[in-house]
């Protein structure tokens, strides 16, 4: 078996994740090495490719997918990948009544609604380009908007969903279509920081602890996969969520492309991921 698992450049050994599933993998007896997606390789010879730390791809959205579409065997499916690496592929989930962030696309202006807001562009990894901003700091709000649509990226602007600071956002991790294990990322947006750079490579920002899930949140995320377009056979998925202000949980980001899976948090899931990759290579 000759299994690629996709990183980036600044990464080429790949995430603690393809760490971890390189080991389980070999333990399986399944030969997997990380490749930078973008390096001039013969993807060819390889039985199957699973994207996994690919975070660079935000100013090249279009030929990170046509990449992923150009692979003889990838995972995620390249279908899935063009669908999920743009945020808008929330207006399907709430569209198919999935409670998700309330969020405005391409407003003309910053809103009056919200006290405190995030502004956010649609393709993004790594909180890049993303800010919280409040009262007093409408015409830094303003610029940023303003740069991300004169930069010709789709603009989102949320509440912030002040539960982020004390409850966090929770990511629960499905393998196979199972769900696996939950992690707990701490708030990252600080306030009156303006637009901060990505969080890769931060280890002070978003720290993540394990978690458990509660029956609401399995309930959202069940939800959120049932209404991916061609959904049903997906090697992984991470689903992202945030209380709202009545509590119960929203739908942040459903994350079917790169996402940290956080195995190291969870003992045993490196070894379900490696089994799941090894039954799709046979
Ligand atoms: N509406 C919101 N309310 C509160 N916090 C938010 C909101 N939107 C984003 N954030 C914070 O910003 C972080 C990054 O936002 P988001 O997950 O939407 O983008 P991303 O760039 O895809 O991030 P990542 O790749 O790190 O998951 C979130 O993990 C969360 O801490
Ligand atoms: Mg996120």
Redesign the pocket.
């Known amino acids: 078996m000759n299994i690629a698992l996709a990183t980036f450049s600044l990464l080429p050994d790949g995430s603690d994740d393809v760490q971890d599933l390189i080991g389980a993998l070999a333990a399986e007896g399944a030969a997997a090495e990380p490749v930078v997606w973008d390096a001039d390789v013969d993807w060819s010879r390889r039985d199957l490719v699973v994207i996994c730390s690919t975070w660079d791809y935000t100013a090249r959205r279009d030929e990170f997918a046509a990449w992923a579409e150009s692979l003889p065997r990838v995972l995620n499916s390249a279908a899935i990948v063009r669908w999920n690496t743009d945020?808008r592929y929330l207006r399907d989930l709430a569209d198919a009544g999935v409670p998700v962030?309330p969020t405005l696309w391409d407003p003309d202006d910053i809103p009056s609604q919200w006290p405190e807001y995030?502004i956010?562009p649609a393709v993004?990894?790594?909180?890049?380009d993303?800010a919280?901003w409040g009262p007093g700091e409408e015409d830094a709000a303003r610029a940023h908007l303003r740069s991300l649509r004169e930069a010709g990226r789709t603009a989102m602007v949320?509440?912030?969903?002040s539960a982020?600071d004390t409850a966090g956002?929770t990511a629960l991790v499905f393998l196979d279509g199972e769900y696996s294990h939950a992690g707990r990322?701490a708030?990252?947006?600080t306030a009156g920081a303006g637009v901060q750079g990505s969080?890769w490579g931060d280890p002070t920002r978003?720290k993540v602890t394990a978690s458990t899930a509660t029956e609401a949140e399995l309930e959202l995320a069940a939800r959120a996969l049932a209404a991916v377009p061609h959904g049903d056979d997906l090697l992984y998925a991470r689903v992202?969520m945030?209380p709202g202000p009545d509590g119960a949980p929203m739908l942040?980001?459903l994350?079917l492309t790169e996402p940290a899976l956080y195995l190291r948090h969870a003992p045993g899931s490196a070894e379900r991921l490696a089994k799941a990759i090894i039954s799709r290579v046979r």
């Open positions: 945020k962030v995030v956010k993004s990894v790594g909180a890049g993303t919280r949320q509440p912030y969903l982020v956002e990322k708030q990252i947006l969080v978003g992202d945030i942040i980001e994350e």
